[in-house]
Antibody
Framework: EVELVESGGGLVQPGGSLRLSCAASGFTFHNYWMTWVRQAPGKGLELVTNVNQDGSQTYYMASVRGRFTTSRDNAKNSAYLEVNNVRVEDTAVYYC???????????WGQGALVTVSS | EIVLTQSPGTLSLSPGERATLSCRTSQAVSSNFLHWYQQKPGQAPRLLIYGASSRATGIPDRFSGSGSGTDFTLTISRLEPEDFAVYYCQKSGSFGPGTKVDIK
């Protein structure tokens, strides 16, 4: 059974940093792109970033480019999202999701809440 | 960047009725990259339809997708109580704003 479990969310002050983790199981992790999608309270979905199978290719949405870093460790079946210099508008639930091709996100984690507040 | 527009914003229907949700893209897209998701309160989104018209694993056949170019449609043939939720379309890095299907 495919499972994705996020961790590392919490309260962070503006300008601070946080590292989210996504532990994957039930599939051959190194065969898939991995994606992070966020959802601000009461709002829609935003595709934040994704990373290819070996970590050599990444995409970032414009508002996080230069502040967020996505990575993965295939030996640990895990994906990571490092969020730096956070802003109030980064407050959201962050989901990791498996990309089965053509940006088809077929499995999602339960989400990790990041709250940016002083 | 492609912009996705969904209509209506809210659809108020009764169980058993047919729901028709629209997703329009600002430029023509390959159907292979057009997907639909369902999200219920407090839950992660769930993939419903991929490649514009293929049902994801475990999705009931009352859900169907169609369309090409810039116009795509998600149809729920007969609404069940568990179908009242928000539905998003997606093309690559962009999601639509969502259509909420609520109980009339």
């Amino acid at each position: 059974e495919v499972e994705l479990v996020e961790s590392g969310g919490g309260l962070v002050q503006p300008g601070g940093s946080l590292r989210l983790s996504c532990a994957a199981s039930g599939f051959t992790f190194h065969n898939y792109w991995m994606t992070w999608v966020r959802q601000a309270p009461g709002k829609g979905l935003e595709l934040v970033t994704n990373v290819n199978q070996d970590g050599s290719q990444t995409y970032y949405m414009a508002s996080v480019r230069g502040r967020f870093t996505t990575s993965r460790d295939n030996a640990k079946n895990s994906a990571y999202l490092e969020v730096n210099n956070v802003r109030v508008e980064d407050t959201a639930v962050y989901y990791c999701a498996r990309d089965s091709g053509s940006t088809r996100l077929d499995f999602w984690g339960q989400g990790a809440l990041v709250t940016v507040s002083s | 960047e492609i912009v996705l527009t969904q209509s209506p914003g809210t659809l108020s229907l009764s169980p058993g009725e047919r729901a028709t949700l629209s997703c329009r893209t600002s430029q023509a897209v390959s159907s292979n990259f057009l997907h639909w998701y369902q999200q219920k309160p407090g839950q992660a989104p769930r993939l419903l339809i991929y490649g514009a018209s293929s049902r994801a694993t475990g999705i009931p056949d009352r859900f169907s997708g169609s369309g090409s170019g810039t116009d795509f449609t998600l149809t729920i043939s007969r609404l069940e109580p568990e179908d009242f939720a928000v539905y998003y379309c997606q093309k690559s890095g962009s999601f639509g704003p969502g259509t909420k299907v609520d109980i009339k």
